[in-house]
């Protein structure tokens, strides 16, 4: 991995911190209009769905099934890469389009027919307006793919700030017309929604268009595209079974209480902050490169690449992990505790922050490890290790969730993602890389212990400072800056003492020397 590629991660880091920052607002807004009432565990599910497909199709199965071949293509020709993207869109358009407009026609059909749960009648009818936005997001996540691939990240990157700007604005223009909390507001959001995922469809486009792609449709057959197809169902088993397995715990959620479902949506969110701005920017970078180099047949490049990703992604998510469980209250008080979500509930979701927290660095391991085997173009792997996650989380989200309540939920995620990851590891142990990453572990030991000195020292601010005794926001928010400060500079001192600086920047080779 060379400095390009750093410049890459960094770019991408800082393009989607600041989407990331802006869904934190969209969350606070939200909530703040709806608290975790019925109506908001009522749009989370339905807005679930269509991101269940956009994980599905756009950034799961039929993009890590594209970029590999669509890499190797557009390295031969051009035109053959512009080809096969508008074969894959003219596909995804037309079945999957197709598909959704049937679902949308039966669920008003079987809302305005049938007799149903409460619940069910106030969600119905906003899926059914939510499931056109899932063609839209994965189609502009096929043209994103193809813009990592040749190298461009930056522009498509900030595709999702378009979302949550639509979201939030649909909420405020909303909310001078209609009561906070009210199922009027509700449609308002999800039709902000759809709007937004128009604008990001548009965004990538408008940039792929500028590489001098001329979008047409094309339902011709190709071997291309036939080895796409053949990648997307052996990929789609492992990509539905991982959304799956989010929806199951949600659903599981719903049924037990209206509050449930905004609790683990909120503490989900907040984990996703780290995973999103670094470990994803990692993958999302190196996964081109790995294509590359499992193309060329590189072993020493492939290997360098998976391990200085190895210890990226750890480097970034333990600190983050412990940082967010030591500070998951004082965290929510300050970004949501607004209009109707209360102190009670900032005390109900704290606890289930800081166990979902945790998972944090197992799940953007488990991206990352996927990713290293979609770049071999090896698909079936990650849908066995997934398929045996989703029976062991139904498994354990039961039990543990008569046992400990909303907690055991959040529990069961974590102990299936440590699970999870231990398999894929397991499976990459028999490959010949795995040399390079025993030679890390000495520098995960480091991490780990600079990650707990961090800790440690957060912790000990934290008890000094006015968390307590209900202080002003602004006091808060000037404590959380002192105390996450420290935590930042004593984890920076701890790297430079450990020797980890290096581990960061360059990379390592086969033989043990570095470049």
Request: net charge positive; with cysteine.
């Amino acid at each position: 991995m060379n400095s390009k590629s750093l410049r890459q991660i960094s770019s991408l880091s800082i393009s989607t911190t600041g989407s990331r920052i802006l869904g934190l607002v969209r969350d606070a807004t939200f909530f703040s209009y709806f608290g975790t009432s019925l109506l908001a565990s009522a749009f989370i599910i339905a807005f679930t769905i269509p991101n269940l497909f956009r994980r599905l199709l756009g950034e799961g199965a039929l993009s890590s099934a594209f970029l590999p071949v669509f890499s190797k293509k557009w390295n031969e020709s051009e035109s053959s890469g512009f080809q096969l993207l508008n074969q894959t869109l003219s596909r995804l358009i037309l079945y999957f389009g197709g598909s959704v407009a049937i679902a949308a026609t039966l669920l008003v059909t079987v809302h305005r027919f049938s007799p149903l749960p409460e619940k069910w009648e106030v969600t119905l009818p906003m899926l059914a307006l939510l499931l056109p936005y899932a063609v839209a997001i994965c189609v502009a996540a096929i043209i994103t793919a193809a813009l990592n691939a040749i190298g461009k990240f930056f522009i498509a990157s900030l595709s999702p700030i378009l979302l949550n700007l639509s979201m939030i604005s649909a909420l405020i223009i909303g909310g001078q017309f209609w009561e906070r909390g009210s199922e009027s507001l509700a449609y308002a959001l999800s039709a902000g929604v759809l709007l937004g995922g128009i604008l990001q469809m548009l965004l990538p486009a408008v940039q792929m268009i500028r590489n001098r792609w001329k979008p047409r449709p094309d339902l011709c057959n190709s071997e291309d595209f036939s080895r796409v197809k053949q990648l997307f169902w052996t990929a789609t088993g492992g990509a539905a079974i991982l959304q799956v397995n989010i929806l199951v715990t949600r659903l599981i959620a719903y049924q037990h209480s209206d509050e449930a479902v905004s609790q683990l949506y909120l503490s989900s969110r907040l984990t996703e902050l780290p995973l999103g701005v670094f470990a994803v920017a990692i993958y999302t970078v190196l996964f081109p490169l790995l294509s590359k180099h499992a193309a060329n047949e590189d072993t020493s490049a492939f290997s360098d690449t998976c391990s200085k990703g190895v210890v990226m992604t750890l480097g970034i998510t333990i600190p983050a992990a412990i940082g967010l469980m030591i500070l998951a209250g004082p965290i929510l008080s300050l970004l949501f505790e607004w209009g109707r979500f209360s102190g009670h509930d900032v005390a109900q979701t704290a606890p289930i922050l800081a166990i979902y927290s945790i998972s944090i660095p197992f799940y953007a391991l488990i991206s990352y490890l996927t990713r290293i085997f979609h770049s071999q173009q090896n698909m079936k792997a990650p849908v066995r290790v997934s398929a045996m996650a989703l029976v062991l989380n139904v498994i354990l989200s039961i039990a543990l969730m008569i046992a400990f309540d909303v907690k055991g939920l959040a529990s069961a995620t974590v102990i299936t993602s440590v699970c999870q990851f231990m398999m894929l590891s397991l499976l990459l142990s028999k490959q010949s890389w795995i040399t390079q990453v025993r030679g890390l572990w000495s520098q995960v030991i480091r991490i780990l212990i600079a990650s707990s000195l961090m800790g440690a020292v957060v912790f000990g601010v934290k008890t000094i400072l006015p968390l307590s005794a209900d202080p002003s926001r602004f006091i808060l928010l000037l404590s959380l800056v002192v105390i996450i400060s420290s935590g930042v500079v004593s984890y920076a001192v701890s790297v430079l003492a450990f020797g980890l600086r290096s581990s960061f920047t360059r990379p390592q080779v086969p033989n043990g020397k570095t470049d």
